[in-house]
C-alpha cells in the first residue's frame, strides 16, 4: 500500500492510499480519482517527503491519520455529502439517458420530474447551452469514490 498526498485544480488538498504506484497511476488515468472535498476529477500528486528512519532504527515508524479517512476532511465535504445523498434519494436515478431525459422534458415531451444521472461534458455543455436547467452533484458518484 502507498499513501499519496493529492491536490485538486481548486487548492485543496488530502490523503489518498492505493494498493501500488501502478493502482494509481490506472484509477487516475480513468478518472476514477477525484477530489475529496469538491469531487472534481482534476487531481495531481502534490509534493510530500518520504518518512525518513530515525537514527539507529531499520524503517521509519508508520504515523497514524489525524481522522480515519472514511470522515470528512472539512466541514463542506459533509455539508456536500449531504446534498449529494438528498438528491439521490428524491430523485430518479436515469444513468447514462440524464441528457436524453433532461432534453425530453425540457421540450415537454415527457412530464416534468426530479432526476440525476451521468452525462460526459458535451452532453452538459449542450444541454446548458439549449438552455436546459442543470446543475453537477457534488462529488463522485459513490461507485468512482476513492
Not at 84 to 107: D, I, P, W
Not at 119 to 144: F, R, T
Request: net charge negative; glycine share 8%; hydrophobic share 35%.
Amino acid at each position: 500500500m502507498i499513501r499519496y498526498t493529492l491536490k485538486c485544480a481548486e487548492g485543496h488538498r488530502f490523503e489518498s492510499w492505493f494498493q501500488s504506484a501502478d493502482a494509481f497511476d490506472t484509477l487516475h488515468g480513468k478518472g476514477m480519482v477525484s477530489c475529496a472535498v469538491c469531487g472534481i476529477e482534476d487531481v495531481q500528486k502534490a509534493m510530500m517527503a518520504p518518512p525518513v528512519p530515525k537514527k539507529g532504527k531499520a524503517e521509519a515508524e508508520p504515523t497514524a491519520p489525524e481522522r480515519p479517512l472514511s470522515e470528512p476532511a472539512h466541514p463542506a465535504e459533509a455539508m456536500l455529502r449531504q446534498m449529494r445523498e438528498h438528491v439521490e434519494k428524491n430523485s430518479t436515478y436515469v444513468g447514462g439517458s440524464f441528457a436524453k431525459e433532461a432534453r425530453a422534458m425540457h421540450l415537454g415531451d415527457t412530464p416534468e420530474r426530479a432526476i440525476h444521472g451521468e452525462a460526459n461534458a458535451q452532453e452538459a455543455k449542450s444541454l446548458i447551452e439549449d438552455g436546459v436547467p442543470i446543475l453537477p452533484l457534488p462529488g463522485p458518484p459513490p461507485e468512482k469514490a476513492n
